[in-house]
């Protein structure tokens, strides 16, 4: 059995500046937040990123000036901040290229990635203005950069069989997907709880897939339930087992989102100024993740984030802002 | 029924829209008010709607407002936890989706909705949203749709700068023309009424205000022209529904403040 054990600077060397990527979760969910980190560190940049409805971890990236081009539905962490400040910042300052397209447009553009096919049809988007707008319209391109092949960002097609309008959808092949997880074993073979957003779809649409895990478990653990995994472990190239390696984002029957912290991401990344004082505290001026858990407040932090019994979240978590 | 003590226009618009959800019906769920509403109408008169949720969460019995979609309350005793692919294929573009709901920061007349760009340039936009998310699926795919939106002049605009998510387009029969099977908007609750569609024309009316709230005020802060000249219907939320959202659905004032 292949031993695929990685460490978090690893991996975050591995990914290379200029490459495209796409990273699991949604919205507070499950994202690689600690890897997202690393990379910052290693000083990725002109990352050209795909993703559905992203929160405060691609917004992280931008803000850390990692990010050269964006193709995505959304960028905000729901309630908790209703809009990710950096992107806002950037695209309102012209300094990053961007496409809209709808979750279900990014669904099946990873989707048929994963599948081998260089399209998918859906009735995703037809009407929306987000058909008129090409991928780098800034540059008067109407390339696609990833897929030099594809000329167009989506084309209305009737139906040969119904006569059915369609929209048909390039497929997205990234260089690299980074996933967060709750189990995994050093074979590759993962387990998520709760649900699983578009991760495997990415995963399977990626050239090279790393997992961070809250736990390594041993293989056997989780071949006793087969039905539960839904990744094949040779899709895995590399894990690394990294305890608390979503924060400020939640995983589920593990620990909360972090509404306090969260907040307090929000509030920075709304002036370039409070950003880079954020990145110096929490990123740049740590050297490690476990730098990082320790500075939160290390084990007794995260109890208040625990799941309540038999919840995959904690329901006494404080989640209203202490100024209102 | 009157009730005594008063209720904001954040409540009313929750009653309002749960009344939207018939009993047995699967409800798509977008983040905020729409999640009072849905878990509102599970507790009253819809216990048999299936609620989901893009991310992944299907008919859960929940106990605690999610603050996103992809939220582990989501999937609190829930019939699934699935994902996306699920939800958007099988569900949404499966057409099972009865009733979607919206929100969005600009909403015209013909209930198109912009959650992209404020301004007239999408490559540089005065204020940039977060984006369509699941909204423009929502609002292809549902057999129908409710939106909910704050009643401000300018968030009710002739046209909005960016259809995100398009609802009757440009009245008559230009939804179908754009493709689009079925569906489209059967209600927009404001802060201050809320606004049906005329059959063929996709025309907007007042169906019913808040009470308290004048139909000529209601014009007054609508840039769209807006038949106010309909026998309004006026609901009013009952005790048990005001207390429920209070007590129930969000006893610790997320969106209830």
Not at chain 1, 231 to 249: M, Q
Not at chain 1, 285 to 310: A, I, M
Not at chain 2, 46 to 71: H, K, T, W, Y
């Amino acid at each position: 059995m292949p031993n695929k054990l990685s460490s978090l600077p690893d991996l975050a060397c591995a990914v290379a500046s200029g490459s495209s990527i796409s990273i699991g979760g949604f919205t507070s969910q499950r994202h690689p937040t600690a890897l997202l980190r690393e990379l910052i560190r290693a000083g990725v940049s002109d990352l050209h990123v795909y993703c559905h409805s992203a929160g405060s971890d691609i917004d992280l990236l931008i803000g850390a000036g990692c990010v050269r081009r964006i193709e995505g539905a959304y960028l905000a962490d729901g309630v908790l901040a209703p809009i990710a400040r950096n992107w806002r910042r950037f695209v309102e300052a012209g300094r990053i290229e961007f496409s809209d397209y709808s979750n279900a447009a990014m669904m099946a553009r990873f989707s048929a990635g994963a599948m081998g096919l260089p399209f998918l049809p859906t009735l995703s988007m037809l009407g929306s203005a987000m058909l008129n707008w090409h991928i780098n319209a800034q540059h008067g391109d109407e390339t696609c950069i990833g897929s030099p092949e594809l000329r167009q960002k989506a084309v209305e097609f009737d139906c040969p069989f119904s006569g059915t309008k369609t929209l048909l959808l390039p497929a997205i092949k990234t260089d690299y997907c980074l996933l967060h997880v709750q189990k995994a074993s050093t074979s590759g073979l993962i387990r998520i709880e709760g649900q699983e957003f578009l991760d495997i779809q990415q995963a399977l649409a990626a050239k090279h897939v790393f997992v961070t895990c809250e736990e390594l478990v041993d293989d056997d653990e989780l071949r006793r339930e087969p039905e539960r995994n839904r990744l094949p472990p040779f899709v895995v190239e590399a894990v690394a087992e990294v305890k608390y390696g979503s924060h400020p984002h939640s995983v589920h029957n593990y620990y909360d989102y972090d509404p306090a912290h969260l907040r307090r991401y929000d509030a920075a990344a709304g002036s370039a100024e409070r950003f880079a004082a954020y990145l110096d505290e929490f990123v740049h001026g740590l050297k490690s993740h476990s730098d990082y858990v320790v500075k939160l407040g290390g084990e007794q932090y995260f109890e208040t984030l625990r799941p309540s019994p038999n919840l995959g979240y904690n329901a006494n978590l404080v989640r209203t802002s202490a100024r209102s | 029924m009157t009730i005594d003590a008063p209720y904001t226009a954040a409540e009313w618009m929750a009653v309002v829209a749960a009344r939207e959800i018939k009993d047995g019906e699967v409800v798509f769920v977008g983040t905020g008010l729409p999640m009072l509403a849905a878990m509102l109408a599970k507790r009253t008169h819809a216990p048999d709607c299936v609620i989901v949720f893009e991310a992944g969460g299907v008919d859960p019995r929940m106990n605690q407002l999610p603050m996103s979609v992809g939220d582990s309350r989501t999937i609190e005793n829930a019939a699934m936890a699935s994902g996306l692919f699920d939800v958007f294929n099988y569900l949404l573009q499966g057409g099972r989706i009865d009733i979607g709901f919206l929100g969005g920061a600009q909403v015209d007349r013909y209930g198109n909705i912009n959650s992209t760009a404020i301004g007239n340039d999408y490559l540089r936009p005065k204020v940039r949203l977060p984006g369509s998310g699941g909204g423009a699926d929502v609002a292809i795919m549902s057999q129908r749709t409710v939106i909910m939106a704050r009643h401000e002049l300018r968030r009710l605009p002739e046209k909005v700068d960016f259809i995100t998510s398009p609802g009757w387009l440009e009245g008559n029969d230009s939804r179908a023309a754009a493709g689009i099977p079925h569906g489209g908007p059967a209600a927009l609750v404001t802060t201050l009424g809320l606004i049906r569609y005329r059959d063929i024309t996709h025309e907007p009316f007042l169906a019913s205000v808040r009470p308290g709230i004048m139909p000529s005020d209601v014009r007054t802060q609508t840039g769209f022209a807006l038949d106010i000249d309909v026998p309004l219907d006026l609901p009013e939320p009952s005790t048990q529904e005001i207390e429920i959202l209070r007590r129930d659905v969000d006893p610790h004032k997320i969106f209830l403040s």
